[in-house]
Protein backbone atom coordinates (compact mmCIF):
# COMPACT_ATOMS: atom_id res chain seq x y z
CA UNK A 1 0.00 0.00 0.00
CA UNK A 2 2.47 2.33 0.89
CA UNK A 3 4.60 1.64 -2.86
CA UNK A 4 0.88 2.87 -3.89
CA UNK A 5 0.98 6.11 -1.95
CA UNK A 6 4.71 6.95 -3.09
CA UNK A 7 4.04 6.31 -6.36
CA UNK A 8 0.62 8.65 -6.39
CA UNK A 9 2.87 11.20 -4.95
CA UNK A 10 5.27 10.49 -7.12
CA UNK A 11 2.84 11.08 -9.79
CA UNK A 12 1.45 13.96 -8.21
CA UNK A 13 4.47 15.87 -7.39
CA UNK A 14 5.46 15.11 -11.48
CA UNK A 15 1.85 16.62 -12.35
CA UNK A 16 2.22 19.90 -10.34
CA UNK A 17 5.97 20.03 -11.74
CA UNK A 18 4.52 19.93 -15.23
CA UNK A 19 1.51 22.20 -14.68
CA UNK A 20 4.18 24.67 -12.77
CA UNK A 21 6.06 24.63 -16.03
CA UNK A 22 2.85 25.33 -18.20
CA UNK A 23 2.18 28.03 -16.32
CA UNK A 24 5.41 29.55 -16.42
CA UNK A 25 5.54 28.95 -20.72
CA UNK A 26 1.95 30.75 -20.57
CA UNK A 27 3.42 33.91 -18.63
CA UNK A 28 6.22 33.87 -21.12
CA UNK A 29 9.07 33.26 -18.37
CA UNK A 30 11.21 30.64 -18.85
CA UNK A 31 10.72 27.32 -17.27
CA UNK A 32 12.79 26.49 -14.28
CA UNK A 33 13.87 22.60 -13.67
CA UNK A 34 14.10 21.97 -9.90
CA UNK A 35 17.31 20.39 -8.68
CA UNK A 36 16.74 19.89 -5.21
CA UNK A 37 14.60 16.56 -5.72
CA UNK A 38 18.16 14.93 -6.88
CA UNK A 39 21.68 15.50 -6.02
CA UNK A 40 24.33 13.58 -7.40
CA UNK A 41 27.92 14.60 -5.69
CA UNK A 42 31.74 13.56 -5.00
CA UNK A 43 33.91 14.33 -2.26
CA UNK A 44 37.06 14.88 -4.59
CA UNK A 45 35.37 17.02 -7.79
CA UNK A 46 38.89 18.37 -8.64
CA UNK A 47 41.93 16.42 -9.46
CA UNK A 48 45.29 16.13 -10.91
CA UNK A 49 46.39 13.46 -13.01
CA UNK A 50 49.38 12.77 -15.38
CA UNK A 51 48.55 11.81 -19.48
CA UNK A 52 47.62 8.39 -19.59
CA UNK A 53 46.28 7.41 -16.19
CA UNK A 54 43.28 6.53 -14.98
CA UNK A 55 41.28 7.95 -11.78
CA UNK A 56 37.95 7.21 -10.57
CA UNK A 57 35.20 9.73 -8.71
CA UNK A 58 33.23 7.79 -5.58
CA UNK A 59 29.58 9.47 -6.16
CA UNK A 60 27.15 9.61 -4.09
CA UNK A 61 22.97 10.01 -4.21
CA UNK A 62 20.69 11.63 -1.93
CA UNK A 63 16.86 12.98 -2.57
CA UNK A 64 14.22 14.26 -0.11
CA UNK A 65 13.10 12.28 2.92
CA UNK A 66 10.17 9.49 1.27
CA UNK A 67 10.99 10.14 -2.43
CA UNK A 68 12.19 7.18 -4.14
CA UNK A 69 13.87 7.46 -7.79
CA UNK A 70 15.93 5.37 -10.28
CA UNK A 71 18.13 7.47 -12.10
CA UNK A 72 19.66 7.49 -15.37
CA UNK A 73 23.17 7.93 -15.34
CA UNK A 74 24.80 9.41 -18.68
CA UNK A 75 28.20 11.89 -19.68
CA UNK A 76 26.56 14.65 -20.50
CA UNK A 77 30.25 16.17 -21.89
CA UNK A 78 33.94 14.80 -21.86
CA UNK A 79 36.69 15.92 -24.17
CA UNK A 80 37.76 14.08 -26.91
CA UNK A 81 39.46 10.92 -26.91
CA UNK A 82 38.84 10.37 -23.47
CA UNK A 83 36.80 7.42 -21.97
CA UNK A 84 34.77 7.14 -18.85
CA UNK A 85 32.15 4.99 -17.24
CA UNK A 86 29.70 4.26 -14.57
CA UNK A 87 30.13 1.09 -12.43
CA UNK A 88 28.79 -0.25 -9.50
CA UNK A 89 30.01 -2.66 -7.72
CA UNK A 90 31.99 -4.83 -10.33
CA UNK A 91 29.64 -4.17 -13.11
CA UNK A 92 29.25 -1.27 -15.77
CA UNK A 93 26.22 0.27 -14.82
CA UNK A 94 23.52 3.10 -16.43
CA UNK A 95 20.99 3.43 -13.58
CA UNK A 96 20.82 3.99 -9.96
CA UNK A 97 18.37 3.28 -7.10
CA UNK A 98 17.89 6.58 -5.38
CA UNK A 99 15.89 5.89 -1.84
CA UNK A 100 15.02 8.58 0.12
CA UNK A 101 13.43 6.59 3.57
CA UNK A 102 17.50 5.48 3.55
CA UNK A 103 19.27 8.36 4.38
CA UNK A 104 21.60 6.49 6.67
CA UNK A 105 22.94 4.53 3.50
CA UNK A 106 22.85 6.70 0.81
CA UNK A 107 23.07 5.10 -3.14
CA UNK A 108 26.34 5.19 -4.31
CA UNK A 109 28.52 4.41 -7.74
CA UNK A 110 31.76 5.23 -9.21
CA UNK A 111 32.60 6.72 -12.45
CA UNK A 112 35.90 5.81 -14.24
CA UNK A 113 38.24 8.19 -16.48
CA UNK A 114 40.39 7.13 -18.17
CA UNK A 115 43.03 10.22 -19.96
CA UNK A 116 44.92 9.72 -23.24
CA UNK A 117 48.47 9.55 -23.04
CA UNK A 118 48.52 12.44 -25.93
CA UNK A 119 46.63 14.86 -23.73
CA UNK A 120 47.86 18.07 -23.32
CA UNK A 121 48.59 19.78 -19.95
CA UNK A 122 45.75 22.07 -19.02
CA UNK A 123 42.62 21.69 -16.66
CA UNK A 124 39.39 20.28 -18.28
CA UNK A 125 35.46 19.35 -17.13
CA UNK A 126 33.20 17.04 -17.67
CA UNK A 127 30.02 16.64 -16.72
CA UNK A 128 28.23 13.88 -15.72
CA UNK A 129 24.12 13.71 -15.27
CA UNK A 130 21.53 11.60 -13.26
CA UNK A 131 17.91 12.27 -14.53
CA UNK A 132 15.12 10.57 -11.81
CA UNK A 133 12.51 12.08 -14.02
CA UNK A 134 10.83 15.91 -14.29
CA UNK A 135 12.40 17.81 -10.91
CA UNK A 136 14.56 15.16 -10.19
CA UNK A 137 17.88 16.01 -12.40
CA UNK A 138 21.19 17.10 -11.58
CA UNK A 139 24.47 17.50 -13.22
CA UNK A 140 27.54 17.27 -11.14
CA UNK A 141 30.48 18.77 -12.94
CA UNK A 142 34.25 17.66 -12.50
CA UNK A 143 37.66 19.12 -13.41
CA UNK A 144 40.41 17.58 -14.39
CA UNK A 145 43.95 19.06 -14.41
CA UNK A 146 46.56 16.98 -16.15
CA UNK A 147 49.91 17.53 -15.39
CA UNK A 148 53.02 15.86 -16.10
CA UNK A 149 54.32 16.24 -13.17
CA UNK A 150 51.16 14.75 -10.78
CA UNK A 151 50.95 17.34 -7.38
CA UNK A 152 49.70 14.91 -5.03
CA UNK A 153 52.07 11.95 -6.42
CA UNK A 154 53.14 9.13 -3.60
CA UNK A 155 56.60 9.31 -2.47
CA UNK A 156 59.19 6.20 -1.30
CA UNK A 157 62.58 7.13 0.09
CA UNK A 158 65.80 5.90 1.97
CA UNK A 159 67.12 8.39 4.98
CA UNK A 160 70.46 6.77 4.48
CA UNK A 161 70.49 4.68 0.81
CA UNK A 162 74.40 4.32 1.20
CA UNK A 163 75.95 2.46 3.30
CA UNK A 164 79.57 0.33 3.51
CA UNK A 165 80.47 -2.40 5.87
CA UNK A 166 82.77 -5.28 5.54
CA UNK A 167 81.73 -8.30 4.02
CA UNK A 168 79.55 -10.34 6.52
CA UNK A 169 77.53 -6.95 7.38
CA UNK A 170 73.76 -7.07 7.23
CA UNK A 171 72.75 -3.37 5.88
CA UNK A 172 69.62 -1.94 6.93
CA UNK A 173 67.67 0.91 5.46
CA UNK A 174 64.90 3.19 6.96
CA UNK A 175 62.37 3.64 4.49
CA UNK A 176 59.16 5.40 3.86
CA UNK A 177 56.07 5.18 1.56
CA UNK A 178 54.21 8.55 1.56
CA UNK A 179 50.05 7.61 0.12
CA UNK A 180 49.14 10.97 -1.30
CA UNK A 181 46.55 9.48 -3.41
CA UNK A 182 42.55 10.03 -2.35
CA UNK A 183 42.24 5.67 -1.55
CA UNK A 184 44.08 3.54 0.30
CA UNK A 185 46.60 2.05 -1.72
CA UNK A 186 47.99 -1.43 -1.18
CA UNK A 187 51.71 -2.27 -2.11
CA UNK A 188 54.01 -5.01 -3.26
CA UNK A 189 57.21 -4.61 -2.48
CA UNK A 190 60.31 -6.26 -3.79
CA UNK A 191 64.13 -5.81 -4.59
CA UNK A 192 66.41 -6.67 -7.57
CA UNK A 193 69.13 -8.36 -5.75
CA UNK A 194 72.22 -9.99 -7.19
CA UNK A 195 72.34 -13.83 -7.18
CA UNK A 196 73.11 -14.81 -3.83
CA UNK A 197 71.78 -12.09 -1.86
CA UNK A 198 68.48 -11.66 0.40
CA UNK A 199 66.37 -8.59 0.71
CA UNK A 200 63.53 -8.37 2.98
CA UNK A 201 60.90 -6.04 4.51
CA UNK A 202 59.25 -4.85 7.81
CA UNK A 203 56.83 -2.81 8.64
CA UNK A 204 58.26 0.11 11.38
CA UNK A 205 57.80 -1.32 14.81
CA UNK A 206 57.03 -4.92 13.96
CA UNK A 207 59.18 -8.01 13.73
CA UNK A 208 57.26 -10.07 10.99
CA UNK A 209 58.78 -9.67 7.24
CA UNK A 210 56.17 -8.76 4.66
CA UNK A 211 55.59 -8.67 1.03
CA UNK A 212 53.08 -5.99 0.64
CA UNK A 213 51.47 -3.85 3.13
CA UNK A 214 48.19 -1.09 3.03
CA UNK A 215 48.66 2.70 3.61
CA UNK A 216 45.69 4.80 4.44
CA UNK A 217 45.23 7.96 1.93
CA UNK A 218 47.43 11.30 3.00
CA UNK A 219 49.43 8.73 5.29
CA UNK A 220 52.85 7.36 5.39
CA UNK A 221 54.17 3.99 6.53
CA UNK A 222 58.16 3.00 7.81
CA UNK A 223 59.79 0.17 6.57
CA UNK A 224 62.80 -1.12 7.14
CA UNK A 225 64.71 -2.97 4.38
CA UNK A 226 67.34 -5.49 5.55
CA UNK A 227 70.00 -6.55 3.17
CA UNK A 228 72.21 -9.35 3.74
CA UNK A 229 74.90 -10.58 1.16
CA UNK A 230 76.51 -14.10 0.69
CA UNK A 231 79.31 -14.78 3.18
CA UNK A 232 81.52 -15.02 0.97
CA UNK A 233 81.00 -11.37 -1.36
CA UNK A 234 83.54 -10.14 -3.38
CA UNK A 235 85.23 -6.18 -2.05
CA UNK A 236 82.95 -3.80 -4.67
CA UNK A 237 80.12 -1.08 -4.56
CA UNK A 238 76.49 -2.70 -5.46
CA UNK A 239 72.95 -0.81 -6.29
CA UNK A 240 70.22 -3.10 -4.89
CA UNK A 241 67.33 -1.30 -6.78
CA UNK A 242 63.63 -1.29 -4.06
CA UNK A 243 60.52 -1.39 -5.52
CA UNK A 244 56.57 -0.37 -4.28
CA UNK A 245 53.97 -0.67 -6.55
CA UNK A 246 49.99 -0.55 -6.47
CA UNK A 247 46.86 0.35 -8.63
CA UNK A 248 48.04 3.79 -8.77
CA UNK A 249 51.68 4.15 -7.78
CA UNK A 250 54.97 2.63 -9.24
CA UNK A 251 57.58 3.93 -6.90
CA UNK A 252 61.40 2.82 -6.78
CA UNK A 253 64.78 3.99 -5.08
CA UNK A 254 68.14 2.87 -5.14
CA UNK A 255 70.10 1.53 -2.18
CA UNK A 256 73.26 1.21 -2.53
CA UNK A 257 75.56 -1.40 -0.83
CA UNK A 258 79.41 -0.49 -0.30
CA UNK A 259 81.36 -3.72 0.54
CA UNK A 260 84.77 -3.26 1.70
CA UNK A 261 86.10 -7.02 2.14
CA UNK A 262 86.79 -9.97 4.52
CA UNK A 263 88.75 -9.08 7.51
CA UNK A 264 90.26 -12.65 8.91
CA UNK A 265 93.71 -13.43 10.93
CA UNK A 266 93.81 -16.82 12.48
CA UNK A 267 97.64 -17.74 14.75
CA UNK A 268 98.88 -21.04 15.32
CA UNK A 269 102.00 -22.71 14.59
CA UNK A 270 102.73 -24.35 11.31
CA UNK A 271 101.81 -27.81 12.81
CA UNK A 272 99.22 -26.56 15.17
CA UNK A 273 100.56 -27.52 18.33
CA UNK A 274 100.04 -25.50 21.16
CA UNK A 275 102.23 -26.44 23.60
CA UNK A 276 105.87 -26.80 24.59
CA UNK A 277 108.80 -27.10 26.95
CA UNK A 278 110.76 -24.34 29.15
CA UNK A 279 112.89 -24.69 31.88
CA UNK A 280 112.84 -21.89 34.41
CA UNK A 281 114.84 -18.88 33.36
CA UNK A 282 115.89 -20.42 30.32
CA UNK A 283 114.58 -18.93 26.64
CA UNK A 284 112.60 -21.27 24.27
CA UNK A 285 111.24 -20.64 21.37
CA UNK A 286 108.45 -21.54 19.36
CA UNK A 287 107.52 -21.07 15.40
CA UNK A 288 104.05 -18.89 15.25
CA UNK A 289 102.06 -18.79 11.70
CA UNK A 290 100.30 -15.93 11.14
CA UNK A 291 97.71 -16.16 8.01
CA UNK A 292 95.35 -13.93 6.79
CA UNK A 293 91.93 -15.72 5.95
CA UNK A 294 90.74 -12.31 4.19
CA UNK A 295 90.07 -11.43 0.74
CA UNK A 296 91.60 -7.95 1.92
CA UNK A 297 95.43 -6.98 2.58
CA UNK A 298 95.91 -6.93 6.51
CA UNK A 299 97.90 -3.68 7.34
CA UNK A 300 99.59 -2.93 11.18
CA UNK A 301 99.00 -6.06 12.81
CA UNK A 302 100.52 -6.29 16.29
CA UNK A 303 101.68 -9.34 18.36
CA UNK A 304 100.76 -8.61 22.51
CA UNK A 305 101.43 -11.97 24.70
CA UNK A 306 99.69 -12.54 28.53
CA UNK A 307 102.46 -14.68 30.81
CA UNK A 308 102.39 -15.82 33.99
CA UNK A 309 104.05 -12.89 36.89
CA UNK A 310 108.10 -12.46 35.26
CA UNK A 311 107.91 -14.45 32.69
CA UNK A 312 109.48 -12.76 29.50
CA UNK A 313 108.21 -13.07 25.97
CA UNK A 314 109.63 -11.31 22.96
CA UNK A 315 108.65 -11.79 19.03
CA UNK A 316 111.25 -11.91 16.48
CA UNK A 317 108.54 -9.31 14.51
CA UNK A 318 106.04 -7.63 16.88
CA UNK A 319 104.36 -5.55 13.98
CA UNK A 320 103.68 -6.96 10.73
CA UNK A 321 103.29 -4.11 8.39
CA UNK A 322 101.58 -5.71 5.46
CA UNK A 323 99.93 -9.43 5.27
CA UNK A 324 98.40 -10.00 1.90
CA UNK A 325 95.13 -11.79 1.39
CA UNK A 326 95.47 -15.30 1.83
CA UNK A 327 99.68 -15.27 2.43
CA UNK A 328 100.85 -16.93 5.77
CA UNK A 329 103.83 -15.27 7.97
CA UNK A 330 106.18 -16.90 10.65
CA UNK A 331 106.99 -15.50 13.53
CA UNK A 332 109.49 -17.01 16.61
CA UNK A 333 108.75 -15.97 19.56
CA UNK A 334 111.08 -16.31 22.26
CA UNK A 335 109.39 -17.44 25.91
CA UNK A 336 111.53 -17.25 29.43
CA UNK A 337 110.13 -18.59 32.88
CA UNK A 338 110.99 -16.48 35.89
CA UNK A 339 114.10 -18.08 37.35
CA UNK A 340 112.02 -19.14 41.02
CA UNK A 341 109.16 -20.83 38.82
CA UNK A 342 108.20 -23.73 39.96
CA UNK A 343 107.67 -27.37 37.88
CA UNK A 344 104.49 -27.19 36.29
CA UNK A 345 102.12 -26.92 33.63
CA UNK A 346 101.57 -23.09 32.68
CA UNK A 347 99.20 -20.85 30.12
CA UNK A 348 100.65 -18.43 27.51
CA UNK A 349 98.47 -16.05 25.96
CA UNK A 350 99.38 -14.77 22.19
CA UNK A 351 97.50 -12.49 20.13
CA UNK A 352 97.64 -10.67 16.99
CA UNK A 353 95.29 -7.76 16.11
CA UNK A 354 94.64 -4.66 14.09
CA UNK A 355 91.77 -2.35 13.86
CA UNK A 356 89.78 -4.84 11.83
CA UNK A 357 90.29 -8.47 13.42
CA UNK A 358 92.39 -9.87 15.35
CA UNK A 359 92.75 -13.55 17.20
CA UNK A 360 94.33 -15.55 19.97
CA UNK A 361 96.64 -18.52 20.55
CA UNK A 362 96.61 -19.74 24.19
CA UNK A 363 99.59 -21.73 24.35
CA UNK A 364 100.75 -24.10 27.38
CA UNK A 365 104.32 -24.11 28.80
CA UNK A 366 105.35 -27.37 31.15
CA UNK A 367 108.06 -26.10 32.94
CA UNK A 368 110.68 -28.72 33.71
CA UNK A 369 113.80 -30.03 35.29
CA UNK A 370 117.26 -28.74 33.94
CA UNK A 371 118.91 -32.13 33.24
CA UNK A 372 122.08 -31.25 34.57
CA UNK A 373 120.31 -31.40 38.45
CA UNK A 374 119.14 -35.19 37.00
CA UNK A 375 122.65 -35.90 36.68
CA UNK A 376 123.40 -34.49 40.10
CA UNK A 377 120.65 -36.69 41.28
CA UNK A 378 121.97 -39.91 40.02
CA UNK A 379 125.44 -39.12 41.15
CA UNK A 380 124.32 -38.95 44.86
CA UNK A 381 122.32 -41.75 44.62
CA UNK A 382 125.13 -43.96 42.92
CA UNK A 383 127.16 -42.54 45.55
CA UNK A 384 124.90 -43.69 48.41
CA UNK A 385 125.11 -47.02 46.77
CA UNK A 386 128.39 -47.64 46.86
CA UNK A 387 129.02 -46.08 50.40
CA UNK A 388 125.99 -48.58 51.55
CA UNK A 389 127.48 -51.58 49.70
CA UNK A 390 130.93 -50.43 51.31
CA UNK A 391 129.47 -50.58 55.24
CA UNK A 392 127.68 -54.08 54.56
CA UNK A 393 130.81 -55.16 53.79
CA UNK A 394 132.73 -54.06 56.56
CA UNK A 395 130.54 -54.64 59.08
CA UNK A 396 128.74 -57.49 57.15
CA UNK A 397 133.29 -59.79 57.79
CA UNK A 398 132.36 -58.94 61.74
Not at 19 to 24: E, F, I, Q
Not at 63 to 73: N, P, R, V
Not at 260 to 271: I, R
Not at 346 to 361: F, G, K, L, P, Q
Amino acid sequence: MMKGVNGMMRRTGAGLAAASMAAAMMLGAAPVYAAEGLDMSTAYPGVTVKAGDSTTFDLKFDCAEGESYDADLSVKSLPENWTGYFKGGSSQITRVHVDGDDTEDPATADFSLTVPKDAEDGTYTIELEADGGIGASDVLELAVTVSKEEALQSTFSSEYPEQQGASGTTFTFDTTIVNNRATEQSYSLSADVPTGWQATFTPSGESTNVASLNVESGSSQGVTVTVTPPAEVEKGDYVIPVSVISAEDSLSTDLSVSVTGTYDVSLSTPDGRLSFDAYADKESTVTLSVTNNGNVDLTNLNLTSSAPTDWEVSFSESTIETLEAGATKEITATVKPAQNVITGDYVTDITIRNDETSDMAEFRVSVKTPTTWGFVAVAIIVVLVVALGAIFKKFGRR
